[in-house]
């Protein structure tokens, strides 16, 4: 997302099988490991509205992405 690529838009699937589309920021070399393996991770984040060409959608602006197994620091 963007020209140079710092940004990434992403669909999360949560445990119970829903999806949540999500943004992030001046971020996606940092999370690109987390963000194209298979291992699942925890996300952090703040729900906002998107207002886009006349269209209203719920999305998810990352703040920070690490994996289930760690706990947050």
């Not at 669909?11 to 963000?35: H, I, P, W």
């Not at 996300?43 to 994996?67: C, E, F």
Request: aromatic share 8%; glycine share 8%; charged share 25%.
């Amino acid at each position: 997302m963007g020209r140079d690529g710092i940004h990434v838009r992403f669909f999360a699937r949560c445990k119970d099988g829903s999806r949540a589309e999500c943004v992030l920021f001046c971020k996606a070399e940092q999370y690109a490991q987390l963000l194209s393996g298979d291992e699942p991770v925890n996300i952090l984040g703040t729900l906002q509205i998107n207002q886009w060409n006349g269209s209203r959608k719920v999305q998810m602006l990352v703040d920070r992405i690490y994996p289930a197994s760690e706990t947050e620091s």
